[in-house]
């Protein structure tokens, strides 16, 4: 069973970047979606950005597109979402979260994951 742990969030200026990772511990496979959500105060969980593990698919939220980047290290089973041009409006709770289903088509639908990071704070001052 997959078990993710989060890193990498912080604080910085408007216009600052952040790199986020999520660490899959556990049997994984390239097939697997692996999910980014934020939850900022007093609002709704939103989608953020999704890959497979194999990072042949990625997709981006219209908010965070051209400025949030997926890669990954397949040595360390590790995610990254690299954050550049982030504005205060980027400032949540981030959590990445994935489906052993490979369920592509539903990405952006955060019930179809079944492990979640803890979470980390980005917080981006003005």
């Known amino acids: 069973q997959a078990r993710l742990v989060e890193s990498g969030g912080g604080l910085v200026q408007t216009g600052g970047s952040l790199r986020l990772s999520c660490a899959a511990a556990g049997r994984t496979n390239s097939n697997y979606v692996m999910g980014w959500f934020r939850r900022a105060p007093g609002r709704e969980r939103e989608f953020v950005a999704a890959?497979?593990?194999?990072?042949?698919?990625?997709h981006y939220a219209d908010s965070v597109k051209g400025r949030f980047t997926i890669s990954r290290d397949n040595a360390e089973n590790t995610v990254y979402l690299g954050m550049n041009s982030l504005r205060p409006e980027d400032t949540a709770v981030y959590y990445c979260a994935l489906d052993p289903r490979g369920r592509w088509s539903s990405r952006r639908d955060s019930s179809i994951y079944w492990h979640w990071g803890q979470g980390t704070q980005v917080t981006v001052s003005s």
């Open positions: 890959s497979n593990l194999g990072i042949t698919n990625t």
